[in-house]
C-alpha cells in the first residue's frame, strides 16, 4: 500500500495526503510519513521496517507474569480490593504495581 500510495501522489492521480488516505484507506499521518520517507530514502526507505527501541523489552521477568495472569485469571479486580467488576487499562495497571512494587 506504501509504494502505491507514493505513486498516486508521485503521478499527480491525488493532490493531497487526505486524498491519498481516503483513496487508500489509510490515514493522513502515515500517507505524510511514507511520503517523506520516500524523499529522503527512496523506494527503499518504504519497505524497510523499523527496529525495537533499544533497551530492555520487558520490564517483568516470567516469573511476575506469570503471577498477574493467573491472577487475573483466578480473581476479579474486586476481589483483590482494587475496584470494578473487570479488569480494564487502569486496573490491570495498579495489578502490575501491586505485584512488581512499581
Known amino acids: 500500500m ?5 505513486a498516486a501522489l508521485e503521478a499527480g492521480t491525488v493532490g ?4 491519498a488516505a481516503e483513496m487508500f ?4 499521518r ?5 511520503w517523506r520517507a520516500y524523499q529522503t530514502g527512496g523506494r ?3 519497505t524497510m521496517r523499523k527496529t525495537r527501541r533499544s533497551g530492555p523489552h520487558e520490564l517483568t ?4 507474569r506469570v503471577v498477574l495472569l493467573q491472577a487475573m485469571v483466578d480473581y476479579t479486580p ?4 482494587i475496584d470494578g467488576p473487570l479488569w480494564m ?9 501491586m505485584v512488581t512494587g512499581w
Open 2 to 6: 506504501r509504494l502505491r500510495v507514493v
Open 16 to 19: 493531497s495526503y487526505r486524498q
Open 25 to 28: 484507506g489509510g490515514s493522513e
Open 30 to 34: 502515515s500517507v505524510g510519513s511514507w
Open 44 to 46: 527503499d526507505a518504504l
Open 61 to 64: 521477568g516470567v516469573e511476575e
Open 78 to 81: 474486586e476481589r483483590l480490593l
Open 89 to 97: 487499562l487502569l486496573l490491570v495497571a495498579e495489578l502490575i504495581r
